[in-house]
């Protein structure tokens, strides 16, 4: 190389050191819970991604295991142990946290990683209630564990980026949503902040593969018993219901409103579709103007989209990517409105939804990293 | 033998023999249609039914072939060759008919088979409405077939046992409703008659397995197409909604109502759910009561079950059966009633009621030879 | 009824009498395990078979639980109890027993009920191998329980009645194979008895559905984990090798033989495939030959049917049924032969041959009570 | 910027511009066939390659259609028109042109398409075997079509990268091979090339997803029938049988053999597993070092991976990647050796190959662009 230019590179390089250094190191990324699907999830998606690196990861069953152990078919993946989740030790590797811990535990940790300054995405539903009381209603009788943050659950933020990018980007705790006020707030929110259908009886009928259920052996998620079959399930009172009601009500500007939710188990691993159906306030409301209405709400981001007029979302479509398929249909004989919504329960239902944000927070393209396209079939 | 007993007999029997023969020879079936799903599953139910006999195999494309070459896995089934559907040959070999043949096809046949003095379980759409003129606005864009038998559509009886028993006893001919009208119905009818919900806002959200798509070749039923996907479809005015508004109306003993009707796809063989959303007229009326209704209405209904409160139906519980099974549950937040029926589509959504049919025309009782229990997983 | 008849009747009643009400009443028979798939299975096959009756219901973990409770789905099943498994009750309410427990409970429990003279059907593999050393090295390191039963070791007999019918009718102790040795034993025992291949070479792949694996909740099995998958497991030594050659060798009147044996782990919920390899003694036998001496080995054997050259047999065809289909081919390039088998594995594979085995001890038709056809698709 | 750099630049610049614009520029690939899964993964794959890029879409039956009609779930796909595959049109568009057309049709474009200078990579059989009549003795009875190119048959180069790097990266003409020979010839190829086994005896067992049947509507393929069951089928000569045994005993270096190919059709949408068995010339060669054997072979080859000893591979560990999984176990007891190889059927055993090969023929690293780790689940 000539003279010029190595010279030249030497001066302007120390000249902007910093900067260069910190636009070409990744993010420092600890991952908590790595052995569930939420934390191979997130493993996969910052292996690829381009500025953000796993540097930790943390778990309690899975302790000592070499990451290569724990996934063969992710041998190129971060050559890490999975170390317990000590605090100290968290914040001296990593910048950030993505907790993926069973409900009642992240609580536990999140206040102490916060307080070694250390940014936290929450895919638990520790954080998702801004009112701690909500979260002891619905959660309560399901996990014995003494919360005190009820000042970080006013602070989290609900971490749906369509709708709160901005309080996303600046946050240090974000309270991601799962795969069903996901799906079902895509699919409803657009209705809600338009004003468009009425608040009484709202259905919202889920379906969903069985990794949604995450990776601990249970006998119903077992491939002989779920295998060929479709069953509803939680139809009185699903824990989300309580999330979504709250969620609906502040993100769609709506008054206090109340949901039908009914989830199904589908024979599928990944996947979920919600069909969403509401009472028009303008019964004949005609369907090019409610999908026009619904592309303008999502015109910004790169991980929504509203199919034409007429074609239904398969979850096929957006197997293994990070977005969501969104179709509007209304019935003129009922005033009805019919919005379904598919997306991966695995990635925009959780882990791609916490890269989403991760970016955001880091003041990354939001979707910087995550793949849009699936492979078809 | 004792010579009483023998002299006895022999006298009792000259008196009794017409009823004896009657009773012991097997009812003569023709089943038109055979290499298709419905032929199939009739011809497998009907071979092991007391008092039922195939005794005459129609079709069209598999005309010449033996049955055991075109069913490898029946062949203890009928040693026959499937043969033009000739309404003489049919006539002479067979006391009644069931026709398994696309829209359009059933009603080139039936009426000849009819003037000849056969009784018909037809398991198309062509006789499911009385008037001509609703058929012709359902289904005429997709069959071109002139028709002309609109006294017949007007006498027809509608197959669905549970709600039209003795008019299916005394039927000519029987239209029995597929697999989504009655999984719906059994869901709706309840209610209706009940006067329990309100007549705007019913919502039915149906799941069903590929194999209610026939056993033609479609792209969109491969499995590599269908396999781990789900995806709503016929949005927008299927045509089974029609059917069903008017049965509602009709058996239901209600006003006229208009449904929202939506299918969704599901990777899965055999299997239908569908999940039934109403407005109570009293909104915080106890489910118990709701339950009490349904158990009421199907006590004397062998084929429908009303599953106990908080347990909810799945497909598999009823595949290979000709069973139905029915849960009932209400959100008193909403003041909604959810009613959820899982039935299996070929079975009691298809073949397994055409041969319940049979056995009330011919005053057998109505489960005879028909799977009431599965194997499961 | 006229006197002469009546009055015959009862004298003739009176002289028959034992025999009669024995062919009247049926067998009573005690299932233990009945929560897992065996005992299900086993419920419901005796649950509509003419002679049998299940009255105890023995278990662990269900203990207490009221069968209609534990399988919602099998409503008109036995109204018992699960019971523990006490001797003295058995004894008290059943002729026969069924045990369907885990490898090493079956030993605890067959000595004691066969002194109090009931027949025992086990399922597990305690009483597989006439040594009970040979058990020690296949089990020993798994299941942590002292026997001292090795003359009853001795005594059990191997329950594939194809092959031991006359044993079996006379048992007092039958030790049912599971689904991988009879499937792979149904296609090698008609070659090894008629000394047309090499003992040298023998390949089994065998396919299993995941029901096989049980319905204890294991990550491996789950939908998640084993949908959209398939895998080898057990290369290297699976616990079935050693039994098969045992009985390859025994009933296939061979000399000692070695098997690669490799189980694959398939993304469906019931069914068996083995594909069986061996070098032909004679390389250019031709199929038709081959194809006839299987049927004749299996012409007076109802549950197993050999497929016209050429077709092929696809675990459908068998699914909910007690029946094996095998084809035959050869490669005239290579002098192979290859068997095709294939069964449902909770049936032909686990429960129906336990059903098929009490039939032979009780004198009946071997395939009383058992599904030969299946419902396709 | 500062003087002395962008001086310098600009010089240096105008010295590699040809080869910085070539380097800049993407390659312009046309794709054949566009709307069948071959086409449709080889348009997804270079949508997201640095270096490639879709300029021309050529079709039959969907001429005319816009792409992101015919996959509205790859919108940000080339927003081309399908077109008649005119070779004028193709030479005007594209540098490259991959043709993922049925059998037969190939052969009539490739011709005209080399002659006008473009290279071509063939997914179809027709350029697979060196010899013309070989091909015409497999595929003569299918394809009806005169075929008079024995000299490019000649001259194509057999697409497999791991054994044909360096003719692939010169050829004009590059006929990659499908998912069944792949994988075995994967498995097989290190024991040929080592002299390891013995060339009799070999067995191919191999599982695939439905998808490798194409996406064409065919009734065995349906959901309905597939799903829930497995089946072999081309037991008797499958018609890539030939093609293996050819390509093993060139690419093998061994002398010419005979293989035992059984495919069998699994119930999953995509994946294929080839269970390998062959007697060893060592019976008691330790796996340890078979294994090493294999990892030697594949030690500079990206996209083939040797597991640990006693680590069995998933179809699901590579799904919807260009990497295939291999693992060698051995039977001591027989002599045998087993090796399994899985790969995504559609990926390296189709259009990942197909890229694989492009990026040899320009020169680039061998798996640019290719996905190599799967999202598990």
Redesign the interface.
Known sequence: M?D??S???SR?FLAIFPQAVSALLPHRVAVIGASG?GG??TV?LI??HPQLRVTFLGGHSSVGSRWRKL???????PDLHVAPPDPDAIAAAADLVVLSLPNGRASALAPVLLERGLRVVDLSADYRFADLEDWRQVYGHQVTVERSDADLCGEAVYGLPEFNRQAIATARLVACPGCFPTTSLLALLPLLQGGLILP????I?A?T???G?G?????H?????????????G??GHRHTREMEIQAATLGRSGPL???F?P?L??????L?A?V?G?LRVPDCP?AQLASHFRDTYRDHPCV?V??V???????????TNRA?LSV???P??G?V?V?A?LDN??KGQAGQAVQCLNLMLGLPEATGLP??????
């Open positions: 000539a010029g230019c010279r030249l590179t302007r699907y191979l999830q996969r292996q690829v996934a063969p078919f992710l041998e190129t993946g009484e009886g709202i259905v009928d379906k593969g069985t990794s259920g990776r601990e052996a249970r006998q998620l077992l491939l002989a018993e779920a295998g060929e079959a479709v069953a509803p399930y139809v009185e109340r949901l039908q009914t199904h589908l024979p599928m691993v990944r996947g579709l069909t159906y009472q369907t989209d199919l034409p007429g074609v239904y979302p398969s979850t096929k479509w957006v197997r293994q398929l249909a209304t019935n004989h009922t009805q019919i379904m598919a695995l990635l849009l396209e699936p492979f078809y079939p």
